[in-house]
């Protein structure tokens, strides 16, 4: 594991920096107005975003000394009943594209390098076959925007896609059955999936179920009319309206693996996902994307791993930057942390190699953080709540 460290200090120089705080502004130097305002921008003013980060700044690891070590600490993680060498995952992010040629590919191919769990978007623009070939023998997940139950072939054949592709979990995002209100699109008048090229339809256009039934509508194939066909996947995973607690009997009827609920917030809501017999939860808020004026997600975590965190498996995501938020995290009761836009400025920056840096350094950041705090593991018997202080 000390690989991740001497990375750092290794003679082969890093694609650019490992200051995490300065990613950004470099991406943004290189991103034209659209795609910059597509992955910085949040709902709104911008206030469920800036309390995302706020919150981890009240919490702080307090160091402890002289604890006995012969090596560094262990990162392993369970998660959804598999072991994992590192406690983050990739959070899933569409048209990846439109950051870098390589999109997906590159993202999925990082992740399986550093040995982090890959989540393919419902809104992708690579399929889910070749991102499956370029994840190879990496644990990779798989995020359903659900379709409209008028729809339901449609999202059987996803779920069988996923399966025989070797997607072990599937991830279902609640928070966003419609896009949010993001200004800076709405400025730039720019929504990648009704583009007429078609970025965000990749798992739409290679779907057979969605190609037949776009067929029997339109009387043509998807290729021979891209445009509508792009529209109608965007209606197709944004349908417009959300589903009901009772809905998730169908996924369970026609996933056979974990069951994982994205975008949970309320207390009230992961007490129902335990009830309803799903196997994990993401508290997440999206980064801020789709509700403005909520809590920060940080907040949302405490209180929810006080209700279930011994009933279901919590994951966290939502302004996670460095090695010692992700740290507070699981300090706090995550099981796993979902990176989300950071991985997107290394795709920006450098690729492949770019993301691979992004999450190197952050397990680098992560690794020392816990080392030199006096915590042998991250593994909740060392890493929880009684090595953190909290200030107002
Ligand atoms: C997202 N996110 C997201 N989530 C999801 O379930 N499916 C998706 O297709 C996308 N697409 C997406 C695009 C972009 C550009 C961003 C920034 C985010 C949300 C993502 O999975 C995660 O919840 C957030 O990125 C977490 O917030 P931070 O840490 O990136 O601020």
Known sequence: ??????????????????????????????????????????????????????????WSLVPQRLVKTKDYPSLET?????????????????????????????????????????????????????????????????????????????????????????????????????????????????????????????????????????????????????????????RTIFPEFSHSWEDLKFLREHWDGPIVLKGIQAVGDAKKAAEYGMDGIVVSNHGGRQQDGGPASLDCLVKIVDAVGTKIDILFDSGVRCGSDIAKALALGAKGVLIGRPYIYGLVLGGQVGVSHVLRSLLGDLLMTLHLGGIPSANPKHLNRDVLEYSD
């Open 1 to 58: 594991m000390d690989a991740v460290y001497k990375h750092g200090l290794s003679s082969e120089r890093p694609p650019f920096t490992f200051k995490s705080d300065d990613w950004e502004t470099l991406a943004k130097e290189q991103m034209s107005n659209n795609s910059l305002g597509y992955v910085c921008g949040s709902a709104s003013t911008g206030e469920t975003y800036r309390k995302n980060r706020a919150a981890f700044q009240k």
């Open 78 to 234: 369970q998660v959804l009943g598999a072991n994992l060498p590192v406690p983050i995952a990739a959070a899933p992010i569409g048209v990846q594209k439109i950051f870098n040629p390589d999109g997906e590919i590159a993202v999925a191919a990082a992740a399986a390098q550093e040995r982090v769990p890959y989540i393919y978007s419902s809104a992708a623009a690579t399929s889910i076959e070749d991102v499956a070939k370029a994840n190879g023998d990496g644990v990779r997940w798989f995020q359903l925007y659900w379709p409209s139950n008028e729809n339901n072939n449609i999202t059987k054949s996803l779920l069988k896609r996923a399966k025989e592709n070797g997607f072990s979990a599937l991830f279902v995002t609640l928070d966003t059955f419609k896009l949010g209100w993001r200004p800076s699109d709405l400025d730039n008048g720019y929504n990648p999936f009704l583009r007429p090229d078609s970025i965000g339809a990749a798992l739409g256009f290679t779907d057979p179920a969605f190609r037949g039934q776009f067929k029997e509508r339109h009387g043509k194939e998807v290729e021979e009319d891209v445009g509508s066909a792009a529209k109608e996947w965007a």
